[in-house]
């Protein structure tokens, strides 16, 4: 009996990690949507934090999370302005300058930042085995740097577009740097609520005040209540019935849905130069989770 309830419980986790990679693989797309209509990068960042926020406030408030704790403001200011404002800004200018699908390779960067971040804080060294799948990520993003698109529409590569996305990728990886702690000693849904909060206010005055359309709007509700809200809540339930490593693992499809997505609604496409740096990237973070059996921390909520 105990054999049967753990494969359901297999299951249902395996179930929850691909909707939650099938949520955060629409970023991209509905980005592209709500800033259609020449709405600013940074106008649609500030509304997904700021009604991320609400929805996290109001989760945390019916299930009785208990308060922040005192010593873990500052990490959460940190995670605020750089995993928040920065990530979502730096994202989305990547999707309006390069496409949908370099924006998620890009993302996936966020491992050589770990590495790095993890060396100079805490004298991390990741070893011979451990650095085999980050020479991948990072040869595969200097393969899709050099890339070039193979027709119209193609992926746009260019010099600030791979700058935003690299960006996003080292706030990205501040869940990993950051967050571990913070999650494991407070609620996941305070952090959140805290962390986009600071990340609106640091957002909002530089947002311009701009008429944005119905379709921008339902984009950006899309982009909070679905990609933001409703992914990290499948990944959470996903990663207590799998673990750290396979839960890891399988929201790698994540870029893969990205890629899917955008050449369907978008046409973008990349070139086979392109399309070998994606496998190296998303083969690199698959191998690096696989060698991360023992980390246990939440490490998404993108």
Known sequence: MESVNRVRSIRIGTGLMVLAALQWGMIGVAGRVAM???????????????????????????????PLRAEDRAATAGLGFGGVALMYLAYLNCVQQGGAALAAILLYSAPLWVAVGAWIFWKERPGFRGSLPLGSTLAGVVTVAMASGGGPQSVRISGTAL???????????????????????????RVLAWALTIGAVALFPFVSVVSMPGRAWAATAFLAVVCT????FAYAGGLQRLGPSRAATIATLEPVVAVVAAYHVWGEQLSAVGLAGATAVIGGVVWSAREDAGDDSPDRAS
């Open 163 to 189: 700058g935003w996305g690299l960006v996003s990728g080292l706030s990205y990886s501040l869940y990993y740097l950051l967050g571990r702690r913070l999650f494991a000693r407070n609620s996941p849904a």
């Open 36 to 66: 259609a209509g020449s709405v600013p990068p940074l106008t649609v960042a500030f509304w997904r934090a700021a009604l991320g926020a609400l929805l996290f406030a109001a989760h945390a408030r019916w299930v009785g999370a208990g």
């Open 229 to 232: 809200y409703g992914a990290y």
